[in-house]
């Protein structure tokens, strides 16, 4: 497991799981794209959405599976937060912001600090436009200009697969050979808990909702690792710690 720094979860999504994803991209990417038109983004970002966990229950249910859950502890060794939880429908030639070769960790790191995913709800392949991995590049590698075309490595999956990799890894979002009818991918990226999150899920879905929500949830969302923003809060007048010690075990 992750060897070189990836590692491909086969069938780990049931054939009803994935359909469920996938009526829940185009549902959220109305939402999406209406807020982007209203604040004049209307052409940045298209067929993307961002942030989805709360749009659907399909999202935690996938990633608080114990094939999920199992795999992630496994690479960081520990516990874990989520940071982003987003999606697209490259299903044309248009290459987008994800097309360059980039990481989603700015910078490099001894340590394994986040973790990329990607849910496969349509085969990924070098039709459909396949994600390229640098893996011979080495991770240290500090910019993306010292980096060149030559034998990437190319993921070839199928619906239900979930494909994880270090994020330290140099990628970018492969063009698709030709028109597809779909290509979707959700691609949740999780930190260890002290990471700063992309979004701010434990707001978003406000504390007190996820006081009753399952432990994986919270711990996912960052309600362990919060922020007070009160001295009643930093107290613990609400009787719990905001961030609790065992999250940097490790």
């Known amino acids: 497991m992750f060897e070189n720094g990836i590692f491909l979860a086969r069938g780990v999504m049931s054939c009803e799981q994935v359909d469920r994803l996938r009526e829940a991209f185009f549902q959220t990417l109305e939402k999406c794209e209406g807020i982007r038109r209203k604040l004049g983004h209307?052409?940045?970002m298209q067929n993307t959405v961002h942030h989805v966990l709360f749009e659907s229950p399909i999202f935690s249910e996938v990633i608080t599976s114990n094939e999920n859950w199992d795999i992630v502890t496994a690479f960081f060794k520990g516990k874990f937060v989520l940071n982003s939880l987003g999606g697209n429908n490259n299903k044309g030639g248009n290459a987008n912001y994800a097309s360059r070769i980039h990481r989603d960790v700015r910078f490099y790191t001894?340590?394994?600090l986040m973790l990329n995913?990607?849910?496969?709800?349509s085969p990924i392949n070098e039709k459909s436009g396949a994600t390229e991995l640098f893996l011979n590049k080495g991770i240290e590698v500090s910019h993306a200009e010292h980096l060149t075309d030559d034998?990437?490595?190319?993921?070839?999956?199928e619906p239900g697969d979930i494909f994880y990799f270090d994020s330290r890894i140099w990628h970018r979002a492969g063009a698709p050979q030709q028109q597809v009818e779909e290509r979707i991918i959700f691609t949740p990226i999780y930190t260890r808990p002290f990471v700063k999150p992309g979004y701010d899920y434990c707001r978003a879905r406000k504390r007190e909702g996820l006081a009753n929500a399952n432990q994986r949830l919270?711990?996912?969302c960052s309600y362990y690792a919060d922020v007070p923003s009160s001295l009643d809060e930093w107290y613990g007048s609400e009787g719990r710690r905001f961030y609790e010690k065992e999250q940097d075990e490790w």
């Open 42 to 44: 209307g052409a940045l």
């Open 110 to 112: 001894q340590e394994r």
């Open 117 to 121: 995913s990607i849910l496969c709800v």
């Open 151 to 157: 034998n990437p490595y190319v993921l070839n999956a």
């Open 218 to 220: 919270r711990q996912l």
